[in-house]
């Protein structure tokens, strides 16, 4: 265990306090422009952060994405247009209770509950990851193969309503990940006798392709954003302290629930959101009905999990080095590029980095609250900027951003490919989250697949002989007959619907 | 644009058939019994499988729809210019900015996208220039980017401190 004094003493460089306060200030303004999502906000901090020490750069992403998932809460409350998918959830409560002249609720209790679910999943991380850690040292190839598997696996089942194109996403983002030379003979693959290819794709402008620039892409078309309703935040703090203790056990129960969500690799806090909004809302007498009560109780379940989640997506990356989302994915490259390898042995050789960086959770959201309600006053600023003006900007740093960390222009190119190949995809429905885990778990699940295979001469017996490894590999091959049996019989009640109803008409 | 599942389950298949073609050019070492085309391979098979599944899924549940649909915005010659402006500047950059420089190219590239948003072009100008220049010290200054100078290279003394 690490001294709590060497942790408080890194806490008090004013440089990293400094870095926090920028990159909350920062969040949150991404966060609460509508379309731009706590992911985009994360990959276009990276080329600042890379010039960082690996400690305020860590803090950075983990700032930044928090505030900018509380943030996405208040143009959801205001103008019915959640900021960041993860506040979709309870978008019509909040502004339901805006239109009632409630806004200081509706946002308060968002605003609270997310500084409450962020706390309870920081504790857990703390508690439970180093426990985790030492179990992780056990592990072999067969160990992280199925994790990797059982990771990619939930990523497929949880990212849309066909699990075939989840699959289609997921063999891309593997295929795109054997782009380089292979890890086990050093000969190149998929190159086309280009040099640029021969490291591999790089993530980062895979990245920043797929998500922010076909982001801008759909929002091209739409319509420039108007501000609606101004904020009437008068007495946040005053109204919302009342309501936390009535409503402890959805905040408890989105807590609890967002960072088990969380800790699912490729669900991320859109999903942990969605779900406790929906628990809330079946299995409470109170967030069933339709009362302001029932709107609170709703708002702060999803607002608690949604930033929850986001500590729990900190236990598999830094115990397993397994990404839960896009956003712990960056964290895991910026990681990397600083030296500091994420996975059991973190915990071992630079204990202190880790555990700083679980304080940095529990600073960055209490620093949510006081900085949450003036980003709520200085809202209307914020949503004013024209998107025709903003848009060209964002832009402007994706390009830097891919730039700066391949530091070549064939990373500009794939900004622009990979930006029209993830518009075409979302078009067709073809989530990206599984393609882009696949890219970033494939190097791990390839080597240590062929590593197993020829340790054990292609006998697959052997990914079931170790205990622990057996385990998780029976998991993940029930968890997949399990969805698999659903979904056929989904698709066979669907189909005698459909014929009772032809037959009735 | 929004193609048929079976369409897309085509390209998908295809894509699964070139990569398991091309994995069989990859030849194992003589001392290992799997090469680098075997985990390719495995792959290729899975997309071939996958896109199979969408072609039969999308000729069971989607035999009445059409097999592209062309959303309202296409028919909007702005709103295209306006998606289309987006790869276009990103094309443009890639190949400005080493004879123009960063400065010029980002002033450009900015002002371009937004007179195609519709912002009146002193303004549109006004503010790309004061946005690149922002930018261009913050990245080749602060964080020490190398970005290129081009034409511009007699004054880059006057920004990088």
Known sequence: MVDAGTILAQLADPYLLLVIVASAAYGLAIGSIPGLTALMATALLVPFIIFMAPLPAIASIITASAMAIFAGDIPGALLRMPGTPASAAYTDDAFKLTRQGKSATALGAGLFASAFGGVASATILTLCAPWLARIALSFSSVEYFWLGVLGLSCATFVAGPSLLKGLASLLFGLFLATMGLDPISGMPRFTFGSTNLVGGLGLIPVLIGLFAVSELLRNSYGQDRQMSEKAKPASIVKTVVKLMWPHKIGLLRGSLLGTVVG????AGSDIAAWISYALAKKSSKRGNSDTEEGAVERIMSASAANNASLGGAYIPATVFGIPGDAITAIVISVMFIKGVNPGPTLFLNQPQVIYAIFAIFFLANLLMLPLGIACIRGFGLILRLPTSIISPVI????????????????????????????????????????????LILGPLLEQTFMTTMLKSQGDLLTFFNRPIGGTIGAVTILVWALIIGLKLFASRDAKNDSSLADTAS | MKAHDSIVGLVVAILGGAIALYSQSLVPPRHLNYGPGFF?????????????GLIVQGYVTGRDKPLFYRPRWLENRQLVFRFWIIPIAILFYWLAVTPLG?????????????????????????????????????????????????VLTPISGLFIW
């Open chain 1, 263 to 266: 800790s699912l690799p490729g």
């Open chain 1, 395 to 438: 832009l402007l740093f994706c390009i830097l951003g891919a730039f700066s960390v391949e530091n070549t222009l064939f990373a500009v190119g794939l900004v622009a490919l990979f930006g029209l190949l993830g518009y075409v995809m979302e078009e067709n429905e073809v989530p990206l989250a599984p393609a882009i885990l696949g």
């Open chain 2, 40 to 52: 390719p391979l495995l792959i290729g098979i899975g997309l071939v499988l996958v896109g199979g």
């Open chain 2, 102 to 150: 960063f400065l010029a190219t980002a002033t450009i590239l900015l002002a371009m996208i937004q007179i195609a948003n519709g912002v009146r072009w002193k303004l549109a100008f006004a503010v790309a220039l004061i946005t690149a220049l922002v930018v261009n010290i913050l990245f080749a200054s602060i964080l020490h980017v190398p970005l290129s100078w081009g």
